[in-house]
């Protein structure tokens, strides 16, 4: 049961335009939600996250949008340059009905941005 | 700098052996978190310590499988009678009280078992 999604296993984008990264959840349980970036061979390092009682979050070229109806969130790169190449990854957290706390992944996007 | 620090970094190991892997988080971290990640896959929650205990041990795959957290810091986490599917990177990650913010990971253990 894949409480997070992320449908596109890779994704190339031409340098300079923008790269959009979608994610989907099931659980309304969470609230609170996370991207990572990783380069091989490196752990997972934090990008932007995003509050359910928001619905966007901007940091430089990275904009993260969430739509709680759909249980949707994407993030945007704009400009995309090469080093923004590797594994993203959504991630999702929330306190359950048991009270344990949980932060569930996504599979990750490869993105590949050329120059 | 004082970052998440695993070790060992790479550990090949015959199947039926027991491992151990170690995490130091950051200092003053009291959150701390195992992860894996299989070939061609995303990250698998394991477990997850506030503090010394253990709320959620939900994610682990089955009994082979334990974890320790020790003076609120170091954690170990071993695979008893390793079995060819444990083969993967096992990452680690802490973070500041329970939040549900951003997690600093480590750079992981590369487990392959032969």
């Known amino acids: 049961d894949q409480q997070v999604k992320q449908n596109s296993p890779s994704l190339s984008v031409q340098e300079g335009r923008i790269s959009i990264l979608n994610c989907d959840y099931t659980?309304?349980?969470?609230?609170?939600f996370l991207w990572y970036k990783k380069y091989p061979a490196e752990g997972p390092t934090f990008l932007i996250s995003i509050s359910s009682i928001k619905d966007k979050n901007e940091d430089g070229r990275f904009t993260v949008f969430l739509n709680k109806s759909a249980k949707h969130l994407s993030l945007h790169i704009v400009p995309s340059q090469p080093g923004d190449s590797a594994v993203y990854f959504c991630a999702a957290s929330g306190y359950g009905n048991t009270g344990g706390f949980k932060t569930i992944f996504g599979a990750g996007t490869r993105l590949f941005v050329k120059a | 700098g004082a970052g998440v620090s695993q070790s060992p970094s790479n550990k090949v190991t015959e199947k039926g052996k027991d491992v151990e892997l170690r995490c130091d988080p950051i200092?003053?971290?009291?959150?701390l978190y195992w992860y894996r990640q299989s070939l061609g896959q995303g990250l698998e929650f394991l477990i997850y310590f506030q503090g010394n205990s253990a709320p959620d041990k939900s994610g682990l795959p089955s009994d082979r499988f334990s974890a320790e957290r020790t003076g609120g810091s170091v954690s170990t986490l071993t695979i008893q009678r390793t079995q060819q599917e444990d083969s993967a990177v096992y990452l680690c990650?802490?973070?500041?009280?329970?939040?549900?913010?951003?997690?600093?990971f480590g750079p992981g253990t590369r487990l392959t078992v032969t």
């Open positions: 990650a802490s973070s500041l009280g329970s939040s549900l913010g951003e997690q600093y």
């Open positions: 659980n309304s349980m969470f609230d609170y």
């Open positions: 200092s003053g971290h009291t959150a």
